[in-house]
């Protein structure tokens, strides 16, 4: 009997993905390109590739599911605005194309054949969390939780490898590049309130090889850089240029992106956006 493999990919954060692939044998991969929070799923604050084997009665339970899935997807074919985001499942024999893809927008009320999919889909995903292969966690804070005006903001930024195999992502600091992969996102809070305002204080920083200077680790000078399972690597992030905030508290984000090819000669490389909360700070008049 030839071996089969089912596919579900689904749009998260607006900036990546979530695919998740299972073999007939149970061999499970995810592939995490943006924040998972999204989705339900705990927000590690990593990108980067998860495997796992789960029971082949499980992996034949989602093939029923994705087939009867993949169904229901293809009697909604009406035309689409650009820029929709798409569910996507496939079916097909190892080795080959999928010989049945099901694609339907996010935006539509989802049949019950796909719900029951989705709700078997997520504890998978949830539990293949737990193993990563190769993956890139961000880490960061403010360095001070109190900035007097007309100070600049200055953040710590720690890159780990979580896997058990090397990982190799774009280099933040490549030298043959004057802008960086990072860029920070200021959004103030609103009084007395949890939730982010919309303010015209909300400034969205993008920063350059030079706002960025390495504290520990590894130094690289090409476009890459790799860490192995349990090394890290520490940035200094300073702007080093006066941002007008007025006093409040504020919460500040920095989004990495990633753009690595995974090929034979960079096996272990990731693409995707890391969403790393640096916490808050009080921006305080003279």
Same mark, same amino acid.
């Given at each position: 009997?030839?071996? &089969?493999?089912?596919?579900?990919?689904?749009?998260?954060?607006?900036?990546?993905?979530?695919?998740?692939?299972?073999?007939?044998?149970?061999?499970?991969?995810?592939?995490?390109?943006?924040?998972?929070?999204?989705?339900?799923?705990?927000?590690?604050?990593?990108?980067?590739?998860?495997?796992?084997?789960?029971?082949? #009665?499980?992996?034949? /339970?989602?093939?029923?599911?994705?087939?009867?899935?993949?169904?229901?997807?293809?009697?909604?074919?009406?035309?689409?605005?650009?820029?929709?985001?798409?569910?996507?499942?496939?079916?097909?024999?190892?080795?080959?194309?999928?010989?049945?893809?099901?694609?339907?927008?996010?935006?539509?009320?989802?049949?019950?054949?796909?719900?029951?999919?989705?709700?078997?889909?997520?504890?998978?995903?949830?539990?293949?969390?737990?193993?990563?292969?190769?993956?890139?966690?961000?880490?960061?804070?403010?360095?001070?939780?109190?900035?007097?005006?007309?100070?600049?903001?200055?953040?710590?930024? #720690?890159?780990?490898?979580?896997?058990?195999?090397?990982?190799?992502? #774009?280099?933040?600091?490549?030298?043959?590049?004057?802008?960086?992969?990072?860029?920070? &996102?200021?959004?103030?809070?609103?009084?007395?309130? #949890?939730?982010?305002?919309?303010?015209?204080?909300?400034?969205?920083?993008?920063?350059?090889?030079?706002?960025?200077?390495?504290?520990?680790?590894?130094?690289?000078?090409?476009?890459?850089?790799?860490?192995?399972?349990?090394?890290?690597?520490?940035?200094?992030?300073?702007?080093?240029?006066?941002?007008?905030?007025? /006093?409040?508290?504020?919460?500040?984000?920095?989004?990495?992106?990633?753009?690595?090819?995974?090929?034979?000669?960079?096996?272990?490389?990731?693409?995707?956006?890391?969403?790393?909360?640096?916490?808050?700070?009080?921006?305080?008049?003279?």
């Amino acid at each position: 009997m030839d071996s &089969w493999y089912i596919t579900y990919e689904r749009p998260i954060g607006g900036v990546g993905s979530a695919l998740l692939s299972i073999t007939s044998d149970g061999s499970s991969l995810l592939e995490i390109s943006g924040p998972v929070s999204s989705i339900g799923l705990p927000d590690k604050q990593e990108i980067g590739e998860y495997r796992a084997i789960i029971p082949t #009665e499980m992996a034949n /339970s989602l093939k029923s599911m994705t087939l009867a899935a993949i169904r229901e997807a293809n009697k909604h074919n009406e035309p689409q605005l650009p820029g929709t985001p798409f569910l996507q499942m496939g079916y097909g024999i190892d080795g080959n194309a999928p010989d049945s893809l099901g694609v339907i927008p996010l935006s539509v009320q989802m049949p019950a054949e796909i719900t029951q999919l989705q709700n078997a889909i997520l504890p998978v995903m949830k539990k293949l969390l737990e193993y990563p292969s190769n993956a890139l966690h961000g880490n960061a804070q403010c360095k001070s939780d109190i900035l007097p005006s007309g100070k600049d903001l200055e953040l710590i930024c #720690e890159f780990s490898s979580t896997g058990t195999d090397p990982v190799i992502f #774009e280099n933040p600091l490549n030298p043959g590049s004057g802008n960086s992969t990072m860029e920070l &996102w200021i959004e103030k809070i609103a009084d007395n309130k #949890e939730h982010i305002s919309v303010d015209d204080d909300d400034v969205i920083i993008p920063l350059t090889v030079q706002q960025i200077s390495l504290l520990s680790g590894l130094k690289s000078d090409s476009s890459a850089c790799e860490l192995k399972p349990g090394q890290k690597i520490k940035f200094l992030i300073r702007p080093r240029r006066t941002v007008y905030m007025s /006093s409040g508290q504020y919460s500040v984000v920095i989004r990495y992106k990633s753009n690595v090819e995974d090929n034979l000669s960079e096996a272990g490389g990731i693409s995707g956006t890391l969403r790393i909360s640096a916490g808050k700070f009080t921006v305080k008049q003279k």
